[in-house]
């Protein structure tokens, strides 16, 4: 996250949400506070015997429609400012997938490279025991974020259990399947924005077939990889793909099978056969037709919103459009799926967990899936409706129908 001030760009997404929508100024002005934010020292006992003193945040920004859900981040640069920022977005982001849940996020100032991995689990029960009291399966119900791993959720219900004296799964999402994880989790993020892109083109009158239409995908981590593995069977020629490293491009599409293969025995995307090398800058000026980034923030911006060539981006990344670049993209009718629909995916999958450890019931890869595309389907035709009714983009949009939502539950 960007240390633009990531708090006070999500305020003027507030804001202009607010003005086109003539949201009354009581909600906007409780919505410009979170409900609550937790900061905490977290003492570690290092494995050399010092102790190392971490500190912690949870920020629960709104619980008017259910419990504060939200992701953990274990990165150097985590800050109270961006947690507030990322919760506030969280809020957005569950109401216009419309789950029952409100907006929470969290982490520690940590480079977790730099711990051994029983430090590591030091560092997670101690955050845990210094922020139970505030979290719970009816209250707060935290997940994985940068840096953090099912194991590392594990360990945390496995001290949240002990400190409440009773086996508590729901109280954490993104779990390992053994503990009590859903399946289809790893890949419901690459695989819901798939469905939105389909829903997109749908719209336009292709009646859901991708042939020809081609994609290129900056980021290939879980959720490029997926989206790209899903993109591609769906029928979407998907011509190039990048890392942090490099990228490839093969205006004849490219087999992302065996592309993953390549990376995995390589460790690296350049020179694979039949594709021509491309740096992560030049892929977002490609000549395609859909442009989705899914690696960093603020990838798209006022220097190079004016060569993009894609006439659809779909963002599955958090944040990778600057607000002056969103300008520039809707002057050149460029649409933009914002994130916190296209990539809400996951939390929906959070959702199904959840539901699933509350009820004790283990459900198919097929069935959670099936529940999915319900989710994002209707979440994409509700904010296209908005947008068409208030003659806006889609992100604003989704500002607008989320805002609306967390309104009517606070009334």
Same mark, same amino acid.
């Given at each position: 996250?960007?240390?633009?001030?990531a708090?006070?760009?999500?305020?003027?997404?507030?804001?202009?949400?607010?003005k086109?929508?003539?949201?009354?100024?009581d909600?906007?002005?409780?919505?410009?506070?979170?409900?609550?934010?937790l900061?905490v020292?977290?003492?570690?006992?290092?494995d050399?015997?010092r102790i190392?003193?971490f500190?912690?945040?949870?920020?629960?920004?709104?619980?008017?429609?259910?419990?504060?859900?939200?992701?953990?981040?274990?990165?150097?640069?985590v800050d109270?400012?961006?947690?507030?920022? @990322?919760?506030?977005?969280?809020a957005?982001?569950?109401?216009?997938v419309?789950v029952?849940?409100?907006?929470?996020?969290?982490?520690?100032t940590?480079?977790?490279k +730099?711990?051994s991995k029983?430090? @590591?689990?030091?560092?997670s029960r101690?955050?845990i025991q210094?922020?139970?009291?505030?979290?719970?399966?009816?209250l707060?119900?935290?997940a994985?974020?940068?840096?953090t791993?099912?194991e590392?959720?594990?360990?945390m219900?496995?001290?949240?259990s002990?400190?409440?004296?009773?086996?508590t799964p729901?109280v954490?999402?993104?779990?390992?399947?053994?503990k009590?994880g859903? +399946?289809?989790?790893?890949e419901a993020?690459?695989?819901?924005?798939?469905?939105?892109?389909k829903?997109?083109?749908k719209?336009?009158?292709?009646?859901g077939?991708g042939?020809?239409?081609?994609v290129a995908?900056?980021?290939?981590?879980?959720?490029?990889?997926?989206?790209?593995?899903?993109?591609q069977?769906a029928?979407?020629k998907?011509?190039?793909?990048s890392?942090?490293?490099?990228?490839?491009y093969n205006?004849?599409? @490219?087999?992302?099978?065996?592309?993953?293969?390549?990376?995995e025995?390589?460790r690296?995307?350049?020179?694979?056969p039949?594709?021509?090398?491309?740096?992560n800058?030049?892929l977002?000026?490609?000549?395609?037709?859909?442009?989705?980034?899914?690696a960093?923030e603020n990838?798209?911006?006022k220097?190079?919103a004016s060569?993009i060539?894609?006439?659809?981006?779909i963002?599955?990344a958090n944040?990778?459009?600057?607000?002056?670049?969103?300008?520039i993209l809707?002057?050149?009718?460029?649409?933009?799926?914002p994130?916190?629909l296209s990539?809400?995916?996951?939390?929906a999958t959070s959702?199904l967990?959840w539901y699933?450890?509350?009820?004790?019931?283990?459900w198919?890869?097929?069935?959670?899936?099936?529940?999915?595309?319900k989710?994002?389907a209707?979440a994409?035709?509700?904010?296209?409706?908005?947008?068409?009714?208030?003659?806006?983009?889609?992100r604003?949009?989704?500002?607008?129908?989320?805002?609306?939502?967390?309104?009517?539950?606070?009334?």
């Amino acid at each position: 996250m960007s240390k633009f001030n990531a708090f006070e760009n999500a305020m003027q997404q507030l804001r202009t949400a607010a003005k086109t929508a003539k949201i009354r100024p009581d909600v906007s002005e409780r919505l410009k506070h979170p409900d609550r934010v937790l900061s905490v020292s977290i003492p570690v006992k290092m494995d050399d015997g010092r102790i190392k003193v971490f500190v912690g945040y949870r920020s629960q920004y709104n619980n008017a429609r259910g419990p504060y859900k939200g992701g953990l981040r274990f990165h150097q640069d985590v800050d109270l400012d961006e947690v507030k920022a @990322l919760s506030f977005w969280m809020a957005i982001k569950n109401a216009v997938v419309n789950v029952p849940y409100g907006g929470g996020k969290g982490g520690i100032t940590v480079d977790p490279k +730099q711990l051994s991995k029983r430090e @590591l689990e030091r560092l997670s029960r101690g955050f845990i025991q210094k922020i139970y009291r505030n979290i719970g399966p009816h209250l707060d119900v935290p997940a994985p974020d940068v840096n953090t791993t099912p194991e590392i959720m594990a360990w945390m219900v496995d001290e949240y259990s002990k400190l409440v004296g009773k086996s508590t799964p729901a109280v954490i999402t993104g779990k390992p399947l053994n503990k009590g994880g859903s +399946q289809g989790r790893t890949e419901a993020t690459g695989y819901g924005g798939v469905e939105v892109l389909k829903e997109v083109i749908k719209g336009q009158g292709l009646r859901g077939r991708g042939q020809g239409v081609r994609v290129a995908i900056q980021g290939f981590g879980n959720v490029g990889l997926y989206f790209a593995l899903f993109a591609q069977a769906a029928g979407f020629k998907v011509v190039a793909v990048s890392d942090s490293k490099s990228g490839i491009y093969n205006p004849q599409g @490219l087999d992302i099978k065996k592309i993953s293969k390549w990376k995995e025995k390589n460790r690296q995307l350049r020179g694979f056969p039949g594709a021509k090398n491309v740096s992560n800058e030049k892929l977002l000026e490609l000549p395609v037709d859909v442009l989705v980034p899914a690696a960093l923030e603020n990838q798209i911006h006022k220097a190079n919103a004016s060569k993009i060539k894609a006439k659809l981006i779909i963002e599955m990344a958090n944040g990778p459009t600057t607000p002056e670049a969103d300008l520039i993209l809707a002057k050149r009718k460029i649409s933009v799926v914002p994130d916190v629909l296209s990539n809400s995916g996951g939390v929906a999958t959070s959702y199904l967990e959840w539901y699933q450890n509350l009820h004790q019931q283990k459900w198919s890869k097929a069935k959670v899936l099936k529940r999915l595309e319900k989710f994002m389907a209707h979440a994409f035709r509700d904010v296209a409706k908005t947008a068409k009714k208030h003659r806006t983009t889609l992100r604003n949009a989704a500002f607008i129908l989320a805002v609306q939502r967390i309104a009517k539950a606070m009334k």
